[in-house]
C-alpha cells in the first residue's frame, strides 16, 4: 500500500471508505520499532491477539445497544478503527473502543482495523476515560471515579484535568464531590434513581445523616429537582438559637457511629450517650411501610 493510500486514512470518512479494502494486514514477525508504530497508520489486527485496556473506566454495556453495532458491524464492517498499542509480536493491548470491539466479536469478526501507537500506563487511561466520557456517557459516579483516578494516577491538577476533558474546574469539583456522598446516595446515583441534578442539591449538605434523610424523601415521594433543592434550603434556613446552655458537640467516634447507622437504615439517626455510657437511638421513619422496612433489617 503506497504512502499516499495510508495518509488519506486522515483526509475523513470518504477517504476511509475508498481505501478500506486496499489495508494490508500486520505482519506479526515485524519488529517493535517498524512503520506499524506511528500515530495514524492503520492495520489489520486479530482479535484473539488483542486485550482489554486495564485502565477501561466504562464498567457497564447496553447489552441491546452492543447487538445493534453488532449488526451494523455484519453489514458494513467496522467503520471506525479501534486503538491499540503494541505490547510484543503477538499481543496489543485496547487503548480506546472497548465497544466497537466487543460488537465486532458478537458480529463474528476475526480481525478488525486498528490504529497502532506507542503509549505509556498514563496516556492509555487518559485516552481510554477521555473517549469513554465523550461518546459513551458514563453515569456520575464512573465519571467521578474516573476523573479521582486521573488525578491521584496521572498526577494532574483539576485545571489541568478540565482541560484534558474539555470541562471547566467547578465541573470537575462537582463530579468529585460526589463520591463524598454516602455509598448508598452512590448507589442511587450509579442506577439511575438520582439525577446529577438531585445529586447537585445534596452535595451541599455538611451532614450525611440529613444527606440520607433527605435522599430517602427523594425516592419514596419522587421528588423532583427543584423540590429537592427547595428541601434543601429549607433544612439549611438558620434555626432560632434558645438561650440558656448549648449542648457539646458529639465526638468524632459517636458522629462516625451515627453516619454509619444511618447508612445502614437510609434514615437519619441520632445516637445520645451519657458520661456513664447509657444512652438512646432514636431512628425516624416517614411512614408505616418505612416503619416495617427498619423493623425487617432489624430482623422484628
Given at each position: 500500500?503506497?504512502?499516499?493510500?495510508?495518509?488519506?486514512?486522515?483526509?475523513?470518512?470518504?477517504?476511509?471508505?475508498?481505501?478500506?479494502?486496499?489495508?494490508?494486514?500486520?505482519?506479526?514477525?515485524?519488529?517493535?520499532?517498524?512503520?506499524?508504530?506511528?500515530?495514524?497508520?492503520?492495520?489489520?489486527?486479530?482479535?484473539?491477539?488483542?486485550?482489554?485496556?486495564?485502565?477501561?473506566?466504562?464498567?457497564?454495556?447496553?447489552?441491546?445497544?452492543?447487538?445493534?453495532?453488532?449488526?451494523?458491524?455484519?453489514?458494513?464492517?467496522?467503520?471506525?478503527?479501534?486503538?491499540?498499542?503494541?505490547?510484543?509480536?503477538?499481543?496489543?493491548?485496547?487503548?480506546?473502543?472497548?465497544?466497537?470491539?466487543?460488537?465486532?466479536?458478537?458480529?463474528?469478526?476475526?480481525?478488525?482495523?486498528?490504529?497502532?501507537?506507542?503509549?505509556?500506563?498514563?496516556?492509555?487511561?487518559?485516552?481510554?476515560?477521555?473517549?469513554?466520557?465523550?461518546?459513551?456517557?458514563?453515569?456520575?459516579?464512573?465519571?467521578?471515579?474516573?476523573?479521582?483516578?486521573?488525578?491521584?494516577?496521572?498526577?494532574?491538577?483539576?485545571?489541568?484535568?478540565?482541560?484534558?476533558?474539555?470541562?471547566?474546574?467547578?465541573?470537575?469539583?462537582?463530579?468529585?464531590?460526589?463520591?463524598?456522598?454516602?455509598?448508598?446516595?452512590?448507589?442511587?446515583?450509579?442506577?439511575?434513581?438520582?439525577?446529577?441534578?438531585?445529586?447537585k442539591a445534596l452535595i451541599t449538605i455538611e451532614d450525611p445523616s440529613k444527606q440520607?434523610?433527605?435522599?430517602?424523601?427523594?425516592?419514596?415521594?419522587?421528588?423532583?429537582?427543584?423540590?429537592?433543592?427547595?428541601?434543601?434550603?429549607?433544612?439549611?434556613?438558620?434555626?432560632?438559637?434558645?438561650?440558656?446552655?448549648?449542648?457539646?458537640?458529639?465526638?468524632?467516634?459517636?458522629?462516625?457511629?451515627?453516619?454509619?447507622?444511618?447508612?445502614?437504615?437510609?434514615?437519619?439517626?441520632?445516637?445520645?450517650?451519657?458520661?456513664?455510657?447509657?444512652?438512646?437511638?432514636?431512628?425516624?421513619f416517614l411512614s408505616e411501610n418505612d416503619l416495617n422496612r427498619i423493623l425487617e433489617?432489624?430482623?422484628?
Amino acid at each position: 500500500m503506497s504512502a499516499e493510500k495510508r495518509n488519506a486514512l486522515g483526509r475523513g470518512l470518504s477517504a476511509l471508505l475508498n481505501d478500506s479494502e486496499n489495508v494490508q494486514p500486520n505482519k506479526n514477525n515485524a519488529s517493535l520499532g517498524s512503520e506499524v508504530g506511528n500515530l495514524g497508520s492503520v492495520n489489520e489486527i486479530k482479535l484473539s491477539e488483542i486485550e482489554v485496556n486495564p485502565f477501561q473506566p466504562r464498567t457497564d454495556f447496553d447489552e441491546q445497544a452492543l447487538l445493534e453495532l453488532a449488526d451494523s458491524i455484519k453489514l458494513q464492517g467496522l467503520i471506525q478503527p479501534i486503538t491499540v498499542r503494541r505490547v510484543n509480536a503477538h499481543s496489543y493491548q485496547l487503548i480506546s473502543g472497548e465497544r466497537r470491539l466487543r460488537a465486532s466479536k458478537l458480529a463474528g469478526l476475526t480481525q478488525v482495523p486498528a490504529y497502532v501507537r506507542t503509549a505509556n500506563d498514563q496516556q492509555m487511561l487518559e485516552m481510554a476515560l477521555i473517549e469513554n466520557i465523550q461518546r459513551e456517557n458514563l453515569n456520575a459516579i464512573e465519571v467521578a471515579l474516573s476523573f479521582q483516578r486521573m488525578i491521584e494516577e496521572c498526577s494532574l491538577k483539576q485545571e489541568e484535568l478540565g482541560e484534558r476533558v474539555s470541562k471547566n474546574r467547578s465541573t470537575v469539583t462537582n463530579y468529585l464531590r460526589l463520591l463524598k456522598l454516602p455509598p448508598s446516595i452512590q448507589a442511587s446515583i450509579r442506577d439511575g434513581q438520582l439525577s446529577m441534578g438531585h445529586a447537585k442539591a445534596l452535595i451541599t449538605i455538611e451532614d450525611p445523616s440529613k444527606q440520607i434523610y433527605i435522599h430517602q424523601h427523594i425516592i419514596n415521594q419522587g421528588l423532583s429537582v427543584r423540590k429537592t433543592e427547595e428541601m434543601v434550603r429549607d433544612l439549611q434556613k438558620p434555626s432560632v438559637k434558645k438561650e440558656g446552655k448549648q449542648p457539646e458537640p458529639i465526638s468524632f467516634q459517636i458522629q462516625k457511629i451515627q453516619d454509619d447507622l444511618a447508612s445502614k437504615f437510609s434514615t437519619r439517626v441520632k445516637l445520645k450517650m451519657g458520661s456513664q455510657g447509657q444512652g438512646t437511638i432514636e431512628i425516624p421513619f416517614l411512614s408505616e411501610n418505612d416503619l416495617n422496612r427498619i423493623l425487617e433489617m432489624l430482623d422484628w
